[in-house]
């Protein structure tokens, strides 16, 4: 599938740009109805107890107040806990906005304001006054771990980790080199440059059209089904437009909820939107402990992995993410024990936030290999290249394709490794010590079931449909280069049709599998599309293309020809008005090909290389030059592709020096819930990033050969940062992020 | 002293400025942010909120030609400027240099600071200060973009400084 | 935001008086801070004068040749004045190091110099914080203390004043001038932002119903010799850790006249005049400005969290006063730190 593609694998500007860079683009606060109502949320300043007492008489008294919601007169929903559940609901009991008097994190919503103005219900929001009694909080992963615990239920059975393989602590105990570290990493939260937001519109008889910021249309179109036992067929949920998102809004959130909730009891439209304060009660990447232990024999072979990881939950929830699996199968090693815990603390339910488990776990794996490095005395790169392996030796299975020597080898060239002087403190640039390192990064390749809808005009123009959703991936390009590819048309002759909830079936836009699962979708509806042609092409009389076959024909400008002999073949116009039609449309389902699955697994991997000048006395790090080599397989589009990872890259760079969610724990509250001090990376702290995408064939990852980028440009970046930090300094900082005062205080190693 | 309560019973303020050319005549309560009564009021969603005080630079426009955050910008206190919004720039089918700059460079991926960033860029280059990478990284850095399209915006802006310093006539086109 | 009632000042006496009327009402100008606080639910004015009408947007020279900046003078103007770049390097060099041009563009002068902490518990109005509600405790301390204050704090507050601007002035010796119902004055601006003490929710000297008009710059000879250095968790848009404003005054290789001053490390922009006399005459070398950095630094108390800061600062003012001795001073732009 195309070999000689003449749309797919060029790096065509995003078709959906032009609307954006005019403003022209709306999202889901942007869209209006006549008469609409505004609301805010109301947010709990404890973080665990209980309400005793709700004062709203002052709230009631601002001009343009219509009503306010608490737990004591909220509308009825949905009993079961199972109505709640949305598509990526986790075990325990999922979040119900002013369920009872009880508050469970700080930020909780405990009262929603409904306005004839948007400042209205904002300023009668903080005139909402709760009385509390406040209990004791635990906040702080570090004192809590010792009540961590194997989650009873597992949120997805390869999250549990792979059964211990031969010895590792005996392994461990014998081996000639080795290393044992603690790596803790601090919260953080997505903050996508979007607020949340739903607009929603009321249509009377059941029937809603709502604009919500989400990762899935038709996860949160069966979310306020079920809350609210509504009839899906009377549900639109629309999701054209997405300012970012990287996890957060893979779950339904409670501004949909209320916003549903106030248009059904007051038979009026109705937008929510939050504040950015609000955003940091949300779903976030938990804090996490991991020790991780490693130990090789004196040519730098791996014979022991132990890695323990201790995660962060909330109360009523257990979040579980894939964390520590990965050191079993990044590297070759038959002596591999691991182990995976989660804690409960008082704050909101973590979820998954870019790379989720992997940006944490390989970042701490990668950093222990660069420790385990340097106790030998080998070269980092060397160390990982020495432990290659084709294998997942997890699971006892091959890998569909791991083109990662071509990482290593062209990153390091690229970068310049070869030109690197191994010990610590040896490069300096004046005032600036300078750092080389580098990680690998690994990323399942998943490709989940999906469906989509293509149709041919007898004009030649297309359209493909997929209930999927552009978050800032380039999934409406990508979908009409699939398209056009198969059509031999401009790219502009199709239209796509997404982020809409009553198009084709498809999971949310998380994982890194939308290109693989839509894409493929597309390409085989589009296929299927050709075969219906032929088959009208075949009621012609006479029809040139009698007696073959839809894998001998294809189209090429705008006729349907025998691949073998373009002369041989008829106009689609022409089939098209033989058969009565304007339009041939088909749909087509595609899911992993379960049969290779059980031989196969799939990943993509990386190589991140990374220059940090560091000025000790005063401890701060400029990331001067990162190179990221990315073997991901087919790449569709190099220029959408290369902002995937570019954003990965910069993701972990905050991951590495800024971010963190700083909470009191005595009282349990996040004090920096604001863009000003949760500081991610600006524009001045991002250089210039080099994107190789490597050559890798894959047949197996998904039909189309892609393997998706969403998550792969994070994973390892961190730990190239630290590990850059440590070659600069010789101080090796295992708790992220690594700011100044980590730099000050910590000893140079020995 | 103007006092601007000047209806008995009313809580509005009369307010006229231009946006992107129009002449607007409204009334408007004090506490609404320019943001809001371009977002909200007049429906003019181009300039986005991201955090709406002053920390992320997706509401940024250009108030008598100077850029500024809109959601720290009480409307009323605006009375006779002109404001340029995102929409104010280019469309779809005639986008201006630094527009299209952006979708060539692949300036933005989610979109959402997208027109903030160009508003910037485009006060940027009037401005007159930016001279290296460097000068623009920093001076670009009142915008911030979780997507993390840095370099690509970067790149854009270069482009666009580069064919003003070579051709004057795109100097008029880009501003 | 509560609702308030809107007016617009034609002169600076309306504005006064309107002040006096109403101990509730509140100047606006650039609206940088005062709005995001109003949005905060921090401040509650019953009445906002809007003082943009005010013909305070000029900056002038002054006969002896200093400058006068009118409060109203926005950021971006002062810092890009060709005056002020030549006279006052140290100025503009400061006022680049914070915010952004967003910004810089809409914050006044004036505006600048009230400038409230940016202590995460004085911006949450659900938890104690003095300053922001007299007699209800301090929240910060105790608590995450990383950005607060190692000199000069209280035990009702230890909150930071976060302004880059303020920090240079200090070191130049500016003159605040203000008018209110008594007439005008002035107020070195040394004198200007005060320590927290018993009454941390007194930011400044300015009495009730003073406006400051502007900002005198007498002329002085430290333009070569300068620095604005500036450490943050970012390397743009972002407040700061610590900062050092510096000059010297250089006669052959000794130390003619000196001004160090520290941001980010007290409730006001932090100067030791006595201490920077002791120092005249001293070799202008490294191991003076350790001593400086020493003696500077002798009361300094860290919070726990922000220990940090204190050898942060010593070496950032070290730093600070090579960069200026040997006439380097800190690029905005490029963050690499000579």
């Given amino acids: ?750 | 002293m103007e006092i601007a309560l000047e209806r008995p019973g009313s809580l509005t303020c009369p307010l006229a400025l231009t946006i992107n050319g129009n002449p607007y005549t409204l009334d408007v309560y004090p506490w609404t942010t320019l943001l809001d009564l371009l977002r909200s009021n007049l429906e003019l969603t181009g300039t986005k909120k991201g955090c709406d005080h002053g920390q992320c630079g997706a509401c940024t426009v250009m108030i008598d030609g100077q850029r500024m955050n809109a959601c720290l910008k009480l409307a009323i206190t605006l009375d006779g400027t002109a404001v340029t919004t995102v929409e104010g720039l280019g469309t779809p089918d005639d986008l201006h240099p630094m527009q299209k700059a952006f979708v060539e460079h692949d300036a933005f991926q989610c979109g959402y600071c997208t027109p903030g960033q160009i508003c910037s860029a485009v006060a940027l280059l009037q401005e007159g200060h930016a001279r290296s990478r460097e000068d623009i990284r920093e001076l670009m850095s009142g915008n911030l973009c979780r997507c993390g399209a840095y370099s690509n915006i970067t790149d854009a802006i270069e482009e666009v400084l580069a064919k003003q310093a070579t051709d004057p006539s795109h100097r008029e086109a880009a501003e | 935001m509560k609702p308030f009632s809107y007016s617009r000042a034609e002169t600076v006496a309306d504005a006064v008086a309107a002040l006096v009327a109403n101990p509730h009402a509140q100047v606006l100008a650039g609206g940088t801070n005062l709005v995001d606080l109003m949005k905060y639910e921090v401040i509650h004015p019953e009445a906002i004068i809007d003082i943009n009408p005010l013909p305070m947007k000029t900056i002038e020279e002054l006969p002896d040749g200093g400058l006068r900046i009118g409060a109203l003078a926005s950021n971006s103007a002062v810092a890009y004045d060709a005056r002020v770049q030549a006279q006052f390097p140290l100025l503009a060099s400061a006022i680049l190091a914070g915010a952004s041009p967003q910004l810089r563009n809409a914050a006044s002068t004036g505006g600048n110099l009230l400038q409230k902490t940016r202590c995460c518990y004085f911006y949450d109005p659900s938890t104690p914080c003095n300053k922001r509600a007299p007699g209800s405790g301090c929240a910060a301390i105790g608590g995450l203390t990383r950005m607060h204050a190692i000199l000069g704090a209280s035990e009702k507050c230890i909150a930071v004043h976060p302004s880059d601007m303020c920090v240079a002035l200090v070191a130049l010796d500016a003159t605040v001038e203000v008018e209110g119902p008594d007439g005008a004055r002035d107020i070195a601006v040394c004198d200007f932002h005060r320590l927290p003490g018993d009454a941390p929710e007194r930011d400044n000297t300015l009495a009730r119903g003073e406006l400051i008009t502007g900002v005198r710059l007498e002329r002085n000879h430290f333009a070569q010799h300068h620095s604005y250095l500036k450490v943050r968790d970012r390397l743009s848009y972002a407040f700061g850790v610590v900062s050092v404003a510096a000059t010297i005054e250089i006669a052959g290789t000794q130390i003619a006249d000196m001004r160090v001053a520290l941001g980010g490390v007290a409730h006001k922009p932090w100067r030791d005049q006595l201490a920077e006399a002791d120092f005249a005459g001293a070799p202008a070398e490294e191991a003076t400005f350790q001593r400086v950095a020493d003696r500077l630094l002798v009361k300094a108390k860290g919070q726990g969290d922000n220990d940090f800061k204190i050898p942060l600062v010593r070496k950032a003012i070290v730093r600070a006063l090579r960069q200026a001795a040997s006439g380097t001073p800190q690029s905005q732009t490029n963050k690499k730190i000579q």
Wanted: proline fraction near 4%.
């Fill in chain 1, 1 to 750: 599938m195309f070999d000689q593609s003449k749309v797919v694998g060029l790096p065509i500007s995003r078709i959906d740009g032009p609307l954006k860079v005019t403003g022209q683009a709306r999202y889901a606060a942007e869209h209006f109805e006549p008469g609409m109502l505004f609301g805010h949320v109301v947010l709990a300043t404890i973080a665990s107890g209980r309400l005793i007492a709700v004062d709203v008489r002052g709230a009631e008294r601002v001009p343009g107040v219509i009503k306010i919601y608490t737990h004591e007169n909220r509308p009825k929903t949905a009993y079961r806990d199972s109505k709640w559940k949305d598509a990526v609901a986790l075990p325990g009991h999922p979040f119900r906005p002013l369920e009872n008097d009880r508050v469970l994190f700080d930020g909780q919503p405990v009262a929603f304001v409904v306005a004839e103005t948007p400042e209205s219900a904002r300023d009668a929001a903080a005139l909402v006054h709760m009385h509390y009694t406040a209990e004791l909080t635990h906040t702080d992963i570090v004192a809590e771990q010792h009540n961590s615990y194997e989650p009873p239920v597992a949120r997805m059975k390869q999250f549990l980790p792979p059964p211990p393989r031969g010895d590792a602590e005996q392994a461990f105990a014998g081996a000639s080199y080795k290393i044992s570290a603690d790596y803790i990493l601090s919260g953080e939260h997505h903050n996508p440059m979007e607020l949340f937001a739903a607009t929603v519109r009321f249509e009377g008889d059941g029937a809603f059209t709502i604009y919500d910021k989400t990762q899935g249309s038709q996860n949160s179109r069966d979310y306020v089904c079920g809350v609210f036992d509504l009839d899906p067929d009377k549900v639109i949920v629309r999701n054209d437009f997405v300012g970012g998102a990287f996890g957060q809004a893979l779950r339904p959130k409670h501004h949909l909820f209320f916003a549903v909730m106030a248009s059904l009891d007051l038979s009026r439209s109705i937008k929510v939107e939050m504040s950015r304060r609000e955003m940091f009660y949300l779903t976030w990447r938990p804090s996490c402990i991991q020790t991780v232990s490693l130990a090789a024999d004196t040519e730098g072979n791996l014979e022991a992995v132990l890695h323990h990881a201790v995660h962060a939950t909330s109360r009523h929830e257990d979040y579980q993410e894939n964390v520590a699996n990965w050191s079993g199968l990044a590297y070759k090693c038959d002596n591999v024990k691991i182990s995976y815990e989660i804690v409960k603390l008082d704050l909101a339910t973590p979820g998954d936030m870019r790379a989720p488990g992997a940006a944490t776990g390989v970042n701490a794996l990668e950093t222990a290999m660069d420790e385990l490095a340097y106790e030998i005395g080998i070269d980092p790169l060397d160390l990982r290249i020495r432990n290659f392996v084709h294998r997942d030796q997890n699971l006892d299975k091959a890998i569909t394709s791991k083109a990662l020597h071509a990482c290593y080898r062209e990153g390091a060239a690229r970068f310049g490794w070869s030109e690197r002087s191994p010990a610590p403190r040896s490069m300096q640039e004046g005032n600036d010590l300078v750092g080389w390192g580098m990680a690998s990064g690994i990323w399942e390749a998943m490709m989940s079931k999906g469906e989509a809808k293509v149709r041919l005009s007898a004009d030649g123009k297309v359209t493909v449909s997929a209930a999927a959703s552009d978050i800032g991936t380039g999934t409406y390009t990508i979908l009409g280069q699939i398209a056009a590819e198969v059509f031999d048309c401009a790219i502009e002759a199709v239209t796509v049709d997404i982020g809409k909830s009553d198009l084709p079936k498809t999971g949310v836009e998380g994982g890194s599998w939308t290109a693989a699962t839509t894409g493929s979708a597309v390409q085989t509806a589009a296929r299927a599309v050709i075969k219906s042609l032929l088959t009208h092409a075949q009621s012609m009389e006479p029809s040139p293309l009698a007696d073959v076959t839809d894998e001998q024909v294809e189209i090429a400008e705008g006729r349907l020809v025998l691949e073998s002999n373009h002369q041989i073949g008829i106009a689609i116009a022409d089939i098209m008005a033989a058969s009565g039609l304007i339009s041939i449309e088909e749909h087509a389902k595609v899911g992993p090909d379960m049969l290779a699955m059980k031989k196969y697994v799939s990943y993509s991997h990386s190589a991140v290389f990374v220059e940090v000048k560091v000025d000790e006395q005063l401890g701060i790090v400029r990331v001067t030059r990162v190179v990221s080599a990315i073997a991901g397989g087919r790449i569709l589009n190099p220029k959408t592709a290369r902002s995937q990872i570019l954003g990965g890259v910069v993701m972990g760079i905050g991951m590495a020096l800024h971010e963190e969610s700083a909470i009191d724990h005595r009282t349990g509250r996040i004090m920096n819930h604001n863009l000003a001090e949760y500081h991610i990376p600006a524009h001045a702290d991002i250089h210039d990033v080099d994107v190789i995408f490597v050559e890798e064939d894959d047949d197996k990852a998904s039909p189309i050969g892609v393997k998706g980028l969403g998550e792969i440009g994070i994973v390892g970046v961190a730990a190239a940062v630290s590990n850059a930090i440590f070659h600069a300094t010789g101080k090796r900082i295992r708790r992220l992020p690594i700011t100044i005062d980590k730099i000050l205080e910590s000893e140079t190693a020995e």
